[in-house]
């Protein structure tokens, strides 16, 4: 037996790293079955080529859990080490490697940036192992080996006797560890690092249930056998080319990703480049609500086939990590922070990629089933208004087919919307007002209103409209939005022809006067005196588009004014002075009679803006019924 010491300057480094990488201890696993399939597929590699001579056969990697002897092993049938490979890529490599690692990341393995720890590679296994066996067996033909190491950097090494092919790692767990002798727990990183591995991984059997041989009675049992339990897909469909998949197979796909998920996704993106950077994956676009706050980190990064993170922050655009799916790249590098990744030229050049990818895709969907598209619309719309908002590239081709639902249920791009309206809604400074509503119930009347005059009312309610609007006031010319409670109706979109007052100067003043008198100091609605045609209501409450789109903008957060999210409600009281009523609320004689149609007209106006309430109401009622009588 030759015995002797690793060549590493620190003298005891096992500890150290254990310390400081505590939070990730279970990567070990992912990092010897990375090994264990490298292992395999350059055997694969090198019989294909024919430098190998033997059989490749149908490897697999074994995990085993040996729970009283408190060991693990991780087995495989790859082509192994000789002597001098071990001496080689175990004592010199693999912990210079590790030392490299150790000097590199002591000061900033602790900063939450860093993904996942790649590069640590074997020597991971003392995070958790007080003693580490290799047996392992080259496919040259040459003796085995055995190679030992406690966790100092002491090894020994001698001849085994083991016949087959591959490596066979044991570690000896250390007491602190011991949940990795766990079924469970192993099995859960399995699921977690190991599911879509090139390489079949056997963990323990399990039983399967065989086919009633014939003849057999309705209550014999039937019969069972135990097959290897593989845990991983080695084939998963991001690995595989378009072309050669099915609608059917990236749906179940999908729920092989996503078990707990019942409903299907409503579309899906393939991607899948080679230059100028590798990258495959599938994005699904799931049913999505109006709720900014659903989960995201729901896309999975792998890197070859083994997961390293379900945060893509960075590498994926901000407003598509709404959306699930895989993506796999090896030239993602991991070991880096994340504000490094994202001044990264070849992560840039991913994340506009994907955009690019995303933006095409949607533009196809319209192009060839636009029925289809629409009918998805209100599932997919947030993701859209989010790029469209934070991509300016985005912005330029959803600008295309981006679409603004009415309140009657028909769709329209924005260039098919500006042509359609353009007409009637043109205002007397040339500008083009977009009147939406963001409630068709709440809104109703004043939506009504709207229509009588022949406007074409929207219905936008996702909740960063009011920053996607703002953004096409600002980028296109002479257009604006305005709800349809923002003004009243000859206001919204004001043309040339006045109305002329019915009342004088002098009755205008009294009749504010006497509205005053009744409403009080209590009241946040400014009274505003206007002529509008005689058939308009006499009392309404309109909310200034402006505030109130601060205000809503402030509350999802950036664009609006600081300090604006709480302000209380501006409304007008607009009362149109042409109007049969307030002609006879200024000309009634009795103080109580004209309080009374006051109060009365003041309460219907706000019971159309959904704002009459709680005691307001009940005496409103009461009130009414007084003077149905
Ligand atoms: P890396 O995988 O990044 O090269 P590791 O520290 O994980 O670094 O491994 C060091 C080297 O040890 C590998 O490059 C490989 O040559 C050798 N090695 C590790 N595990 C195995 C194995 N199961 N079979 C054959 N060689 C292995
Ligand atoms: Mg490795």
Known sequence: MATGKINVSVDNIFPLIKKFLYSDHEIFLRELISNATDATLKLKHLTAIGEAKVEYGNPIIEVKVDKKGKKLHVIDQGLG???????????EVAFSGAEEFLNKYEDSAKDAGIIGHFGLGF??????AHKVEIITKSFKDEPAVHWSCDGSPNFSIEESDKKERGTEIILHIADDSTEFLEDSRISELLRKYNKFMPVPIKFGTKTETLPKPEGAKEDDPAPTKEVDNIVNNPNPAWTKQPTDLKE??????????????FEEPLFHIH????????????LYFPKLTNDLNIQKDKIQLYQNQV??????????????????GVIDSPDIPLNVSRSYLQA???????????????????NSLFKNDREDFEKKWNDIKIVIEYGMLSEDKFFEKADKFALYPTVDGAYY????????IKANQTDKDDKLVILYASDKEAQHSYIETAKSKGYEVLLLDSPIIGHLMQKMETTKEKISFARVDADHIDKLIQKEDTQISKLSDEEKEKLKADLEAVFGEKSNYTVQLEAMDSDASPFVITEPEFLRRMKEMQQTGGGGMFGMGN?????????????????????????????????????LAKLSKGLLKGAELTNFIKRSYEMVK
Not at 81 to 91: A, F, G, Q, R
Not at 570 to 599: D, F, P, Q, S
Request: negative net charge.
């Open 413 to 420: 791009t924005f260039e098919e919307l500006q042509e359609k």
């Open 344 to 362: 990264d030229g070849a992560v840039k050049k991913i994340s506009s990629y994907i955009t690019r990818k995303v933006a095409d895709k949607l």
């Open 123 to 128: 020597y991971s296994a003392f995070m958790v």
């Open 248 to 261: 059917e197979d990236y749906k179940s796909f999908y729920r092989e990703l996503y078990p707990m998920q």
């Open 271 to 282: 991607l899948n480049v080679d230059y100028p950077f590798n990258l495959t994956g599938i």
């Open 567 to 603: 302000m209380p409600e501006m409304y007008n009281l607009i009362v149109n002075t042409n109007h049969e009523l307030v002609g006879e609320i200024l000309n009634t004689k009795t103080a109580k009679k004209k309080e009374r149609l006051i109060n009365q007209s003041l309460d």
């Open 81 to 91: 080490m000789t002597e001098e490979e071990v001496k080689k890529y175990i004592n």
């Open 307 to 324: 997961f390293v993170t379900d945060n893509v922050e960075g590498i994926v655009p901000e407003f598509l990590t709404m959306l699930r």
